[in-house]
């Protein structure tokens, strides 16, 4: 058996087991008696995985993490997505691209770094909840996180590195008018306010530019109002979800928005942030000593909960995560352990 086929075995025997967000114990259950049985030290937090080489936590420079939960199969699926289907070196199964691939290649990367004595300084974090960003994935290990200098996040994309990703940010709207018979003209037509509220949301310009990353967007994504034809609506509510970068902050789009509408705003989060690395930072001369094209990502990951340095590189395609008959390459795995070894050594032998 080759070593590639020993971790593309273990990817068909967790996508045969179903995690959905937030239901990954039957999922995580496997692989904390594979780690354990490879004779790794597993620190388990709800359905998030720590691992190490020798049961250490503190002292860890890297954290490689990825996730192991997935989002409902969609209906045009050919086949079962929770029966891995294997054929010329395609693996076909739901998660297999979102994250799994990752996920198997972290862990061998890891254990070639522990067979060479290199994993002292390094944490892998297997992690649940990412899909729906839940109180009990990442963020519940957190404070397990305090010494570590640099993220490396699986995901999707190509194996090359996302140096930067937008943030999230989800508010509820209330436009507040005065209900009255509409035969009679009376009452303030909330639906008019929220109108006017949304015609200025859209007029919205950002002026400072990101190097990795688009303006920021805010749409409005939902309304409700009304009780009756008859019947001027008192409250509108609307929805708006506004995507943020690296030059303006949930807080700040949150201000900005403040400032244009009348309608009340509440946001429903600020912790889903837009993550950049810092210019100059010695992650960049790494990769420009490969030969990786660093960009800035659309997509959120766990980097969004990560207070630190951060990059996201993983094995296949972003454009086949969330999608019927979702694949991944037996080649790209084998590439992403090689490359994820190769990166993470590079990275040991810097000043992070």
């Not at 200025?200 to 530019?209: C, P």
Request: proline share 5%; hydrophobic share 40%; with cysteine.
């Amino acid at each position: 058996m080759s070593t590639s086929e020993k971790y593309i075995n273990l990817l068909l025997e967790m996508l045969a087991i179903p995690a959905l967000s937030r239901k990954e114990e039957l999922r995580a259950d496997k692989l904390d008696k594979w780690l354990k049985n490879e004779g790794l030290h597993v620190k388990r937090i709800h359905n998030n995985l720590l691992v190490t080489s020798d049961g250490n936590l503190d002292n860890k420079r890297i954290l490689l993490n990825s996730h192991i939960d997935t989002v409902p199969g969609s209906e045009d699926w050919n086949t079962d997505p929770f029966v891995p289907k294997r054929e010329k070196g395609q693996i076909t199964a739901l998660g297999s691209n979102d994250a799994g691939a990752s996920v198997v290649s972290l862990i061998a990367a890891f254990q070639d770094l522990a067979m060479k004595g290199l994993s002292s300084e390094i944490l892998l974090l297997i992690s649940a909840e990412e899909e729906v960003s839940g109180k009990k994935g990442i963020e519940a290990v957190l404070p397990n996180l305090q010494n570590i200098k640099l993220a490396i996040v699986g995901e999707p994309t190509g194996m090359q590195p996302a140096v930067a990703e937008r943030g999230l940010m989800v508010i509820d709207g209330l436009a507040r008018g005065r209900s009255g018979h509409a035969a009679r003209d009376e009452g303030i037509n909330a639906i008019y306010i929220a109108l006017e509220d949304i015609r200025k949301i859209r007029e919205i310009s950002f002026q400072n530019k990101s190097d990795w990353l688009p303006d920021p967007i805010v749409s409005v994504t939902m309304i409700d109002a009304g009780t009756g034809h008859n019947v001027v609506p008192g409250e509108c509510k609307f929805v708006i979800d506004a995507r943020s970068n690296d030059q303006y902050s949930n807080k700040q789009i949150l201000e900005i928005l403040e400032q244009t509408c009348i309608s009340e705003l509440t946001p429903r989060s600020l912790r889903l942030k837009s993550s950049s690395l810092p210019p100059g930072h010695p992650v960049f001369s790494v990769i420009e000593k490969i030969g990786f094209t660093p960009f800035g990502s659309s997509t959120m990951s766990d980097m969004a909960l990560l207070s630190l340095p951060s990059i996201k590189i993983g094995p296949g395609d972003s454009a086949r995560s969330h999608t019927a008959n979702e694949y991944i390459m037996e080649s790209e795995i084998e590439d992403a352990i090689s490359l994820y070894i190769l990166l993470i050594e590079e990275f040991l032998n810097i000043e992070l």
